[in-house]
């Protein structure tokens, strides 16, 4: 089994910062791309962040600037520093994978998420 766990969310005032953390455990050859999404009540789930094995970065225009992404490959772990945060920032945020592993004897890449973590920003 695959495991995505999140840390890090919280509350915290307008203007703070915040680090989520996600590490990926289990049984897998390799990650490809990891990533940030979130969801905030009432609105479709949406792409925060993303970072391929390589390091090529895409964030979402809302957050340039303010969010960093990175990972640590030795960790299987994917981490999204987020300052200047605004209330529209709130959301349950969920970590995504791109893994290469095998399910029923068949080798392929399997999207994983995690639980998610909520994030709570105070005005």
């Known amino acids: 089994q695959v495991q995505l766990v999140e840390s890090g969310g919280g509350l915290v005032q307008a203007g703070g910062s915040l680090r989520l953390s996600c590490a990926a455990s289990?049984?897998?050859?390799?990650?490809?791309?990891m990533g940030w999404y979130r969801q905030a009540p009432g609105n479709q789930r949406e792409l925060v962040a993303v970072?391929?094995?390589?390091?090529?970065?895409n964030y979402a225009d809302s957050v340039k600037g303010r969010f960093t992404i990175s990972r640590d490959n030795a960790k299987n772990t994917v981490y999204l520093q987020m300052n200047s945060l605004k209330p529209e920032d709130t959301a349950v945020y969920y970590c995504?994978?791109?893994?290469?592993?095998?399910?029923?004897?068949?080798?392929?890449?399997?999207?994983?998420w995690g639980q998610g973590t909520r994030v709570t920003v105070s005005s």
């Open positions: 289990g049984r897998m050859f390799s990650i490809n791309s």
């Open positions: 970072i391929s094995s390589g390091g090529t970065i």
């Open positions: 995504n994978a791109d893994l290469l592993r095998t399910v029923s004897g068949v080798t392929g890449r399997y999207n994983h």
